[in-house]
């Protein structure tokens, strides 16, 4: 949360910067900047929708809750990162190529430009601090959290700035190569490119953000290692023969559902059955605390669990 209100206020205040310089040079790189801005500071507001309206308890007709609201709207966010970042700056590159004249007034640009990345630093230093923290509660090291992260809001501030960072880079570097003429056509078209390249960029980071959480939103498995985790606790316990099946759903990014299909030893009357069924779940919120529903379908050991069914076997 803190995270995605720095980068709201950080963006909107830089939106507002780079607009006014975009009006007052002319340069069609800083309204590409303009853009990415306003497209970031939209989707913080998406991303903090989703950690509004994902806390709501489960009710009949959403009976699992409502943790996938995060990965909606990090969707969301990703689509309005291309939809208006992305394209608008290609095309504003490419009529500019076509129609080239040469920024005014870049003093403006340059100083604006230096401060959105202060800015734009602080924001990035404050999700990745937020996410160093996440990382060592859970006894990773940064990147490996990165990795495994099933949280889209966190990925999603992380990419944006990353993303504003090297804009900016390439919106001065266009400026520059401009205002010194370099290549052919005085080098007019300098400025043009760079808005091209930041809108690739921003292409490229509404793609790796949209399939993450459309992954998530089709019901992605928890990690191999979770689910490692987990058969581990469960052969574990003695009544336990062996496990047939485990299947797991990311209901949001900490909060997992499993179903199970386990044999048990022949011996075991209903009693036993019962209190194994309840020391098993045990088992497994001590092995993952992240794990918030438990289906438990066990059979003795000569009983075929599902023999009605054809069963999907997870890929873990």
Known sequence: MLAVVGALFANALIAVMKLAAAFVTGSSGMMAEALHSIADTTNQ??????????????SKKHPFGYGKERFFWSFIAAIFIFGVGSTYAIYEGVVKLKHPHAPENLFWAYLVLGLSFLLEAGSISLAIYQEMKE??????SFVQYLRESKDPTAKTVL?????????????????????????????????GLASILIGVVLAIVAFALARTS???LLGEAASAKTVKAIRAAIESHPNVVKVVEILTMHLAPKQILINAHVNLRNDLVTDDIERTNEEIESLIM???????????ETARKGHKIGAKRKVVPEHA
């Open 45 to 58: 507001v998406f991303l903090l929708l989703g950690l509004r309206f994902y806390q709501r308890p489960a």
């Open 135 to 140: 990382a060592r509660a859970e006894g990773l």
């Open 159 to 191: 990419f944006e700035d990353s993303a504003a960072l090297l804009g900016i880079v390439i919106a001065a570097t266009g400026l520059y190569l401009t205002e010194h003429h370099a290549g052919p056509g005085a080098g007019s078209y300098w400025d």
């Open 214 to 216: 459309r992954a998530l």
């Open 286 to 296: 001590k092995a993952e605390p992240k794990v918030a529903l438990i289906f438990l």
